[in-house]
């Protein structure tokens, strides 16, 4: 059984590794995210918001994600965060999106920011990725996206015990898009004095 798991994990942690080595631009995913329709409302009145450039997940069987990101209130960084995942289940193939999570009000940034967090089994996001399909789990948002001819529309995205997330589809392929159960730290900046 060790070496089953040792043989899965060694392609998985490569692929994880040469995902996270990929330039994380900011100010490009903030953009892309803002080019949205789906997302304007919630830049416009979100208390704040985490967000991660590029989370790199793979898997078979048992699988794994791991990114690292910032958090923003009023446009400013408050502190830097990262996000660790790891499914058993339907699952195979790799993948690297961009995620961001709205948070409606203090108490849900508050939440976020107490050192560790964790979204539900339940959670959900919305892709936005036209084509792409999202059913997952998070304390997030609702939704899901479509295929075919209405490509591109997806639900109508709410905030869900104060936070709404959103994912881009950024390359890979994996048969499967949960982000319940993923588990965030944070670390405010340093305050200066």
Not at 17 to 44: G, L, P
Not at 100 to 116: H, M, P, V
């Amino acid at each position: 059984m060790k070496k089953l798991l040792v043989v899965l994990f060694l392609p998985l942690s490569l692929l994880m590794a040469q995902m996270s080595m990929a330039a994380e631009d900011y100010s490009a995913s903030i953009k892309q995210f803002k080019q949205a329709k789906q997302t304007h409302s919630f830049f416009k009145s979100a208390y704040g918001y985490a967000l991660f450039p590029t989370i790199g997940k793979g898997g078979l069987g048992i699988g794994a994600a791991h990114g690292n990101g910032q958090v923003y209130r009023a446009g400013k960084v408050t502190g830097k965060t990262s996000m660790t995942q790891v499914s058993i289940g339907l699952q195979a193939g790799g993948q690297a999106f961009s995620q961001i999570i709205f948070f409606e009000d203090k108490r849900a940034y508050q939440d976020f920011t107490s050192g560790n967090f964790e979204f539900g089994a339940q959670a959900t996001a919305v892709a936005i990725t036209a084509g792409a399909s999202a059913s997952s789990s998070t304390t997030g948002t609702s939704a899901g996206s479509t295929t075919g001819g209405g490509a591109g529309k997806q639900s109508k995205a709410k905030y869900h015990k104060g936070m709404a997330t959103f994912t881009f589809a950024k390359g890979g392929l994996m048969y499967e898009a949960s982000i319940g159960g993923q588990k965030f730290k944070f670390e405010p900046l340093a305050k200066k004095k």
